[in-house]
Every structure is written in C-alpha cells, then in structure tokens.
C-alpha cells in the first residue's frame, strides 16, 4: 500500500517561508515522478510543481521563481520550499504521485499565509 504523508504546513506572514515535506512509503519512491498540488476554499485542487525521477521540475506560472520542489531519494521524501508567501498561496497543500494505475494523495497540510 502507498502511504504519502505531508507536514510542515502552518501560519506565516506574507514574505515569509515554510518548507513542507512529504514521506512516502509503499512504493520504488527514486523511479517516481512526484507532485503537489493545492486547493483553497471553494476553489478546485491545482497544480503547483512536479518533479521527475532524474530531478527535472516545472512550476505553474504563479510560484516561478518563488518555490522549489526537490526529493532526496534515499529518505523516501518530497520537499516544498515556499519563499516570499503571498495570501493567495493560502490552501491546502498535497503531495501525489501515480503508480500502478492508480493515483495516490496524501491527507494534506494547511498552509495560512496572514497580510
């Protein structure tokens, strides 16, 4: 079974930084692509970053230049380093990945970012 969980999630103010982390289990983690997403109130989960087995990463428009994605395979973990937080980042944040047909997602973590 393929267990993502996420943390690092919390309160910060606008400019700040959070770093959040995802552990996964139950799966060859170094030959996965890897995700987050995120999902404010009333709004639909998004995209956020990816990142490939051999490390190649891509940002929807609005973090570029302010998030990093990355992985350290031997620790089976994701990372999120947020940087310059804005309100709108204010979500839920998930990780994700897709094996075996099948779509997995981690319980989520909140990320508040205050004015």
């Known amino acids: 079974q393929v267990y993502l969980r996420e943390s690092g999630g919390g309160l910060a103010q606008a400019g700040g930084s959070l770093r959040l982390s995802c552990a996964a289990s139950g799966l060859n983690f170094a030959i996965h692509a890897m995700r987050w997403y995120r999902q404010a109130p009333g709004n639909q989960r998004e995209f956020v970053a990816a990142i490939s087995s051999r490390g190649a990463t891509n940002y929807t428009d609005s973090v570029k230049g302010r998030f990093t994605i990355s992985r350290v395979n031997g620790r089976n973990t994701l990372f999120l380093q947020m940087d310059n937080l804005k309100p709108e980042d204010t979500a839920v944040y998930y990780c994700?990945?897709?094996?075996?047909?099948?779509?997995?997602w981690g319980q989520g973590t909140q990320v508040t970012v205050s004015a």
């Open positions: 994700n990945t897709n094996t075996r047909g099948n779509a997995y």
